[in-house]
């Protein structure tokens, strides 16, 4: 009986030691003993779970789409595509139903988009202040256009003034002695605010100092006889004064009889000759016997003609290396330049084909300075993209153009002798008191050019109202606090440049796409606008920097994203 007792407690502590592992402390859990017992389990087969493979759906491959490269045209294409346009559109070139164009040239976008220059005619009359730019998107449809007129054209073809009675009033508006006078053209001047009918009379002479060449047009009212306009084709640096110095530079040269010849083949065959002091006539190709040319100083002739020589080549290059633009006409061909033109001609100028630089004051410091030679070619590159008018706004327009350009030639060049700067002419001295010709950055230290614009600028000779060109342009490549000297900004906020390469491709787009023959500053603004956005983006920190450097001259206007 205790026995069986002693079994029963034993039995009831190990079951309360399991309930304190597993169970509710005191539970007893049911088959106690058959769990204690090892034969008494019985394992749960496994039954594996069958793999059921998951299907591989293949990923369809979605091809990327080619978006083909818009071929691009060649000039001929993209003249007929404009021709296109243009009669699609004439609304947008304010033409008349008595207009018609003829495409003078073109530049081609490596992306494919064109442009296409124009000029007009009306009545069969040729309009000067009609030309246009047709602009064309890569894929050949238009875009937008430039037009130099601003209204469309309805008045009478003919005149009631006779062509001598022109050619009479053209020769009294000479200034200087007449050598002879062409034949007058009939024309429509369209630069005007009221277009009119005119006689265009070239008249050849030299200017009052009787050495300056001048090849003046004159525009004679075809009904009244008075003179509305006139634009000399020669255009020159202007002014009075002394010096020059190129330092040692190297120049190319071709052999010739008995030695060598100021030929440089490697850009378009530039040539350098003397006129030895004559205001025309022969002018003889420099030869060497040993191609080692001029002493460095005006004792030897050759000096001058070393300086026309490398700022003749130095011009080319930077145009063609920089810009990509092949020479002054982009036909690949060099400019022939004189030297030693006249007698203590202190004066350097270009006649649409070629330079000419006469020895400056007492013939002792000749006008080959490299800013000057880029200036002076300068100009045949105006004259063959925008050929901006040389009188009014425009004429200092082309007058800046130059400055900029003959500076960023300087630049280019980076010459010990010569550094780069914003001051044009200043080793020459050309007022006879070591000071440069012009100051870029603040136009007003020459006396006469202003720095900021205003309505009466464009009645201003093109050699000072030029002002506002030059101080936009140094504005918008290095700021109002630039390194080239502190630049007022009239009355807008400082500016921060964009640096000179930027500056340069820029103002060069507006130039040859978008700038017509009479562009304004206030056009210029919306050109070179135009030009920063095609090259850098809209709204780029470039186009806010032209829209500022505007502003900085007085020339307004807004920017969305200003």
């Known amino acids: ?151 469309v054209l309805t008045l009478a073809t003919t005149a009631r003034l006779p062509a001598s009675a022109a050619t009479a009033a053209a020769r009294r508006a000479f200034t200087g002695s ?98 030895g002091g004559k205001t025309s006539g022969t002018c003889t190709t420099f030869t060497d016997a040993d191609n080692v040319w001029g002493t460095g100083t005006t004792a030897s002739r050759q000096s001058a003609a070393v300086d026309a020589h490398y700022g003749a080549a130095a011009t080319f290059d930077y145009y063609r290396n920089v810009l990509g633009r092949n020479g002054i006409f982009n036909t690949g061909r060099g400019v022939p330049s004189r030297v030693h033109y006249g007698r203590s001609y202190v004066n350097a100028f270009w006649d649409g084909t070629q330079m000419t630089y006469g020895d400056g004051y007492q013939n002792a410091d000749p006008l080959t300075e490299l800013d000057i030679a880029g200036h002076e070619m300068s100009h045949g590159v105006t004259e063959n993209t925008a050929g901006l008018t040389y009188s009014g706004e425009s004429g200092g327009l082309n007058e800046a153009t130059s400055d900029i350009f003959g500076t960023m030639v300087e630049f280019y060049a980076n010459n010990a002798a010569d550094p780069g700067d914003y001051t044009v002419g200043e080793k020459v001295d050309i007022n006879g008191n070591g000071t440069p010709l012009r100051w870029m950055y603040q136009p007003s230290k020459d006396g006469a050019s202003p720095n900021c614009w205003y309505s009466g600028v464009g009645n201003l000779d093109v050699h000072y109202s030029s002002g506002i060109g030059n101080h936009f342009y140094y504005l918008f490549a290095e700021g109002s606090q630039g390194a080239y000297g502190t630049s007022p900004t009239c009355g807008a906020p400082a500016v921060t440049g964009v640096g000179r390469t930027a500056a340069a491709k820029i103002y060069y787009r507006a130039l040859s796409v978008y700038m017509t023959s009479s562009t304004t500053y206030a056009r210029a603004r919306t050109a070179t606008l135009s030009a920063a956005a095609d090259l850098y983006g809209t709204c780029s920190t470039q186009q806010k920097a032209v829209n500022a450097a505007w502003a900085g001259t007085g020339v307004k206007g807004t920017l969305s994203c200003a």
């Open 1 to 151: 009986m205790k026995k069986s007792l002693a079994v029963a407690a034993a039995a009831v502590l190990a079951t309360a030691s399991l309930g304190a592992i597993g169970s509710p402390a005191g539970a007893v859990p049911t088959q106690a003993a058959s769990s204690k017992s090892p034969t008494s389990r019985v394992p749960t087969p496994r039954v594996p779970t069958p793999r059921v493979p998951t299907p591989r759906v293949p990923t369809p491959r979605v091809p990327t789409p080619r978006v083909p490269t818009p071929r691009v045209p060649s000039a001929a294409e993209a003249v007929v595509r404009a021709g296109g346009a243009l009669a699609a559109h004439r609304g947008a070139v304010l033409a008349s139903p008595s207009d018609a164009f003829a495409a003078q040239r073109s530049v081609i976008d490596p992306d494919g988009a064109s442009h296409v220059r124009y000029q007009r005619t009306y009545r069969g009359v040729p309009v000067l202040g009609g030309d246009l730019v047709v602009h064309l998107t890569p894929g050949g449809t238009f875009r937008a256009t430039d037009v130099a007129q601003s209204r």
């Open 178 to 275: 007449v050598a002879g006078s062409g034949t007058p053209r009939l024309v429509v001047d369209a630069h005007r605010a009221t277009p009119a009918l005119a006689w265009e009379t070239v008249v050849s002479g030299m200017k009052p100092d009787g050495q300056t060449p001048s090849r003046l047009h004159v525009l004679t009212d075809a009904a009244t006889g008075a003179v509305l306009g006139v634009d000399d084709e020669i255009e020159t640096l202007d002014g009075t004064g002394r010096s020059i110095y190129s330092g040692s530079v190297r120049i190319s040269t071709s052999t010739a009889t008995g030695g060598y010849s100021m030929v440089d083949p490697t850009h378009g065959s530039n040539t350098t000759c003397d006129l």
